[in-house]
């Protein structure tokens, strides 16, 4: 069992793992979210949108690709992200340019943004499952800006089974924040149990099991 680390310590860890892996795991999720549809079903609605629609979209995944990007991608980028919204608000491309933009803001440190941009994909979606990983990651940005308490009310909808474990674990990560260890262990606790059902990875999950005292639960 690791030595058990204080409250302040934690919430640190919680703010430099999002620094560091926030927007990474944001482009994983726009990968997931095409895998959900299946990769068949995925091209064939891409062959079914406009041609303007599936450019900009492309241009646009190149572009967030980047590891680095100057003013110019960036404003791109965010010009890309905002026509698809407003020209083609009804489609999937929509929902996935609003995630992008979110990983580009926090990339360029500009939260406010990519809070907006995740907003926006929880109002406007029509899709359940991109609503979820919306307000998923807004809870994490909550977290990382000292608003635990308003990610707790972020999390309370329901989300799709195949996103339980990703919820139970940013409620882990906001227990932390806000001081009450048990409520994170047995949230930590949850999200490993539906992880391992589902045979999904939550990548320092265990670690974070560790510094509460908890043992693992298989």
Same mark, same amino acid.
């Given at each position: 069992?690791?030595?058990?680390?204080?409250?302040?310590?934690?919430?640190?860890?919680?703010?430099?793992?999002?620094?560091?892996?926030?927007?990474?795991?944001?482009?994983?999720?726009?990968?997931?979210?095409?895998?959900?549809?299946?990769?068949?079903?995925?091209?064939?609605?891409?062959?079914?949108?406009?041609?303007?629609?599936?450019?900009?979209?492309?241009?646009?995944?190149?572009?967030?690709?980047?590891?680095?990007?100057?003013?110019?991608?960036?404003?791109?980028?965010?010009?890309?992200?905002?026509?698809?919204?407003?020209?083609?608000?009804?489609?999937?491309?929509?929902?996935?340019?609003?995630?992008?933009?979110?990983?580009?803001?926090?990339?360029?440190?500009?939260?406010?943004?990519?809070?907006?941009?995740?907003?926006?994909?929880?109002?406007?979606?029509?899709?359940?499952?991109?609503?979820?990983? +919306?307000?998923?990651? /807004?809870?994490? @940005? %909550?977290?990382?800006? &000292? $608003?635990?308490?308003?990610?707790?009310? !972020?999390?309370?909808?329901?989300?799709?089974?195949?996103?339980?474990?990703?919820?139970?674990?940013?409620?882990?990560?906001?227990?932390?924040?806000?001081?009450?260890?048990?409520?994170?262990?047995?949230?930590?606790?949850?999200?490993?149990?539906?992880?391992?059902? +589902?045979?999904?990875? /939550?990548?320092? @999950? %265990?670690?974070?099991? &560790? $510094?509460?005292?908890?043992?693992?639960? !298989?």
């Amino acid at each position: 069992m690791a030595e058990l680390r204080t409250e302040e310590e934690q919430l640190d860890a919680i703010k430099q793992w999002w620094k560091s892996n926030g927007s990474a795991l944001l482009v994983g999720i726009v990968i997931a979210a095409a895998g959900v549809f299946g990769w068949q079903a995925w091209q064939r609605y891409q062959e079914g949108q406009s041609a303007e629609a599936s450019n900009a979209y492309q241009q646009l995944i190149a572009i967030a690709s980047s590891d680095t990007l100057d003013d110019n991608a960036r404003t791109q980028a965010f010009d890309l992200a905002d026509g698809l919204q407003s020209d083609h608000g009804d489609t999937l491309y929509a929902d996935l340019a609003g995630l992008l933009e979110a990983k580009i803001a926090i990339n360029a440190e500009d939260n406010e943004r990519a809070r907006q941009a995740l907003n926006d994909v929880v109002a406007n979606s029509d899709r359940p499952y991109m609503q979820s990983l +919306a307000r998923i990651d /807004l809870a994490r @940005l %909550q977290i990382a800006g &000292d $608003d635990a308490k308003t990610a707790l009310t !972020t999390l309370e909808e329901s989300v799709p089974s195949a996103l339980e474990a990703q919820r139970q674990n940013v409620l882990g990560d906001a227990y932390v924040a806000l001081e009450r260890p048990e409520d994170a262990r047995n949230a930590y606790q949850q999200a490993q149990s539906l992880a391992q059902d +589902a045979d999904q990875t /939550l990548y320092g @999950l %265990q670690l974070k099991l &560790d $510094d509460l005292g908890a043992e693992d639960a !298989t």
